[in-house]
């Protein structure tokens, strides 16, 4: 009986051993370790995503006084034969006048009463003004002589009391706006002649100088940013497809390619900024292409998505199986045929998800472009054609939002956070693309 | 699809290779002088028929040494400059081609000590910055390393707030003239400099002075004064997160934070354009761009630019360049002159 008496358990199994409990709560501990992990990845990014909009939605918003201005034939085409190149003589600083006159009339016929001087009222308009005022007389030089609408910014201080960055407290030992000037804000908006609203040029605009952060826009470092695209995707997808089907399909495996191999995933980890010195001696300084062009951004992350292209490339090619390649080979397909007709377009989704990931990580890149010109203050007109979009200087979204974090104006942090924004919405929208891609085409064996 | 987007990018490529003429003005140097620089080429891309200049930052030595790269499309053709270039700099351009260099003076800045809005109040003289932020200072007669812990240890009058000094780094031309204004006059005041200069190595007296000088600028390394590589903003944002530093900024970038620093006086002066212009407030330099002479003609616009700079509606004292914070030059009228003529470097010294 001594046998049945072993087989016997000694507890029942609805109570825990101590070692079983021990285990359990080992289980149940790292459960909430886990969970706790993920919280607090959770909390950073609902932080996160928080303060980008938080701070830079006011970039999408703006200032604007509308008022009517009288185009002086006698202060902008002296001679009165409308002649280009005789008005383009007058200079924006001949515009301003015109614009303090309108001003004053707009308040008056407003009705609006103040003490304050004319030459403090213009000063709460924006330095554009002028100038915008002066392209449109310059695209329509018959319209002089007559009075026309227009609506122009309000300096940045203004614009920040409207959006509660400035208040009255702030601008105690403020030079460039008074308390008077912030009352007589608050008659404009009563008025109507003041009014904020959505602010399209913030999207499509170029940047502004120091002293009109209002005007700044990051349009045109948009446009450079996606011809910079243009060009890596351009170069390093095929450049990058060609050398992985050749190094996995075709090249013998020697010590060669190995070495090869142990380069390309080097060259991955090297440092964005060393392709920018790399730019810079290469295409600049060598090949002598234009500074601070796209084209030459472009080839410089060209250099550095390369690798990332090449090794996801790989990966998919690898993980299409032998007997797919075995089948083509025996039906009497050619090496070239059964890779481009049957490896290949199964290994596509792949490639498109890491030439995507590789794509957003250039896009996001701008250690590089320091060095090659494209950060600084760069505010060229949209390009119109594909060779001027290339060639002419433009900055990246990227190099924009560091350009305008550190200019001295607080209007211009709120823009860096809204270029955020935009930059954020172009990476999560190539990510989902890169996303959907995979869950769509990718077989799995 | 792939065969013919390489050769199309290969194509612009060899095209733009053999032949790209430059059609824009091409500027780098100091983050002092960029928000003028920008203002102007703003102003100059609107009202002349060329393009609106590029200009980029990077400090006054990285410009020169960028605008001395030699001659030709692929480099720069003016470098902004917050201090005037150096014998050694004109050297160097000139072993690389660049030998007509146009010096242009644009006005005057000032720089300004100041700290959180909501901190104490401070009026400093250069001696008080000597003792708090100097490698070595005078005690006793002996020089020692120094022992100033708090801004109640160098001078009685100040409340006992640690020493935390946001310096601008070694690149920028702005390090160089608090060196020059404020802490070799400190180090001149307290006597450190004659003592120094007394066991300074040298063959010359003029060695010895050269020598003396370097060893008086020498600050502290104990982290109570911080270099500053980037640009005010980051001054601002650690002195933002430490309550207790005290920055060194330009007038122009104080006067657009008014509500989030305090500025603080010198010898007993508060610094303004109108304190800077009188040569009351004793920290201020000139301001510079260079202009490579060989360059002109060849870019479209280069001289426009350099005479509209110096504009009477620019940079005068009722313009958008003294409204932003330039203290306006009184002998402009000169500045234009050597502008008109092509002036170069050297031949009117």
């Known amino acids: 009986m001594s046998d049945a008496k072993l087989l016997t358990p000694k507890t029942s199994i609805h109570t825990q051993s101590p070692r079983t409990k021990r285990r359990n709560a080992a289980e149940t501990r790292f459960k909430v370790f886990g969970m706790i992990a993920i919280s607090i990845g959770l909390l950073m990014l609902v932080a996160l995503m928080g303060t980008i909009l938080s701070k830079g939605i006011g970039a999408f918003q703006q200032s604007f006084i509308t008022m009517e201005v009288e ?253 797919i390649r075995d089948a083509a080979l025996g039906v009497g397909a050619s090496k070239m045929q059964s890779v481009f007709h049957h490896v290949l377009p199964l290994a596509a989704p792949g490639i498109l998800t890491g030439t995507i990931i590789g794509l957003g990580q250039a896009l996001g890149e701008t250690a590089p472009l320091l060095l090659i010109g494209m950060i600084g203050f760069i505010a060229s007109n949209m390009p119109t054609t594909i060779g001027e979009g290339l060639l002419s200087p433009n900055s990246a979204m990227p190099a924009q939002i560091y350009e305008w974090a550190k200019r001295a104006d607080p209007a211009f942090y709120e823009r860096a956070w809204g270029g955020i924004i935009i930059l954020l919405v172009f990476l999560v929208s190539m990510n989902t693309l890169a996303v959907i891609l995979r869950r769509r085409f990718e077989r799995r064996w | 699809m792939y065969v013919k987007l390489t050769a199309s990018a290969l194509a612009i490529a060899a095209v733009s290779t053999t032949a790209f003429a430059r059609d824009q003005v091409q500027i780098a140097g100091s983050s002092t002088v960029l928000p003028y620089a920008s203002i102007v080429a703003e102003a100059f891309g609107e009202n002349f028929d060329f393009p609106t200049p590029v200009v980029e930052s990077g400090g006054s030595s990285a410009g020169l040494k960028r605008f001395c790269d030699g001659v030709g499309e692929n480099t720069i053709d003016v470098a902004n400059a917050s201090r005037k270039v150096k014998e050694k700099e004109i050297k160097k351009c000139a072993e690389n081609g660049v030998t007509d260099i146009i010096e242009v003076k644009i006005g005057y800045d000032g720089i300004v000590f100041a700290n959180d809005i909501n901190g104490n109040g401070f009026s400093y003289t250069p001696t008080d910055w000597f003792l708090a932020l100097s490698d070595k200072v005078m005690v006793d007669g002996e020089l020692v390393a120094n022992p100033n812990k708090t801004w109640a240890d160098v001078n009685v009058n100040f409340p006992a707030q640690d020493i935390q000094a946001f310096v601008p780094g070694t690149k920028h031309g702005t390090r160089e003239v608090f060196e020059d204004k404020v802490i070799l006059e400190g180090c001149e005041a307290t006597g450190a400099f004659e003592h120094i200069l007394a066991s300074a190595e040298g063959d010359t007296a003029k060695a010895r002075k050269k020598a003396a000088e370097k060893a008086c600028i020498a600050l502290r390394t104990d982290g109570r004064s911080v270099d500053i590589d980037g640009d005010y903003t980051e001054t601002l944002a650690r002195i933002d997160s430490n309550k207790d530093g005290i920055g060194v900024f330009g007038l122009a970038f104080y006067e657009n934070n008014t509500d989030k620093l305090q500025v603080a006086t010198m010898s007993g002066i508060v610094p303004s354009t109108e304190s800077i212009a009188s040569g009351e407030y004793p920290v201020s330099r000139p301001l510079f761009f260079y202009v490579k002479k060989a360059h002109i003609g060849v870019i479209p616009g280069l001289k426009e630019y350099a005479e509209f700079f110096v504009a009477e509606e620019i940079a005068g004292p009722d313009g958008p360049l003294a409204e932003y914070g330039l203290v306006a030059d009184p002998e402009l009228e000169n500045t234009q002159s050597s502008v008109a003529d092509e002036a170069i470097l050297g031949s009117n010294m």
């Open chain 1, 71 to 323: 185009l002086l034939e006698a202060k902008l085409d002296k001679k009165g034969n409308r002649n280009l190149s005789d008005i383009k003589k007058v200079t924006t600083f001949g515009y301003t006048p015109l614009i303090k006159n309108a001003f004053a009339k707009a308040v008056k016929d407003q009705g609006i009463e103040t003490d304050l001087k004319t030459k403090d009222m213009a000063k709460m308009l924006s330095k554009s003004a002028a100038a915008q005022l002066r392209n449109v007389v310059i695209d329509n030089p018959q319209k002089i002589g007559q009075t026309i609408k227009f609506r122009f910014l309000a300096n940045s201080r203004i614009d920040g009391y409207l959006k509660g960055r400035v208040s009255r407290e702030s601008i105690a030992n403020d030079k460039n706006v008074s308390v008077a000037q912030l009352d007589f804000a608050d008659q404009l908006l009563k008025a109507g002649v003041l009014k904020k609203t959505f602010n399209i040029d913030f999207i499509i605009g170029a940047d502004a100088s120091d002293q009109r952060p209002e005007a700044a826009g990051i349009g045109v470092a948009m446009m450079g940013s996606l011809f910079m695209m243009l060009v890596v995707l351009g170069l390093s997808l095929p450049i990058g497809v060609a050398a992985s089907i050749y190094l996995e399909e075709f090249a013998p495996k020697n010590w060669i390619t190995d070495v090869i191999e142990v380069n390309i995933s080097n060259l991955a980890a090297v440092p964005s900024i060393v392709f920018g010195i790399l730019g810079l001696a290469v295409f600049i300084n060598y090949m002598h292409l234009p500074q601070s062009a796209p084209l030459v951004g472009g080839l410089v992350l060209t250099l550095m998505t390369l690798p990332t292209i090449i090794i996801s490339t790989r990966a998919s090619l690898k993980s299409v199986p032998p007997s």
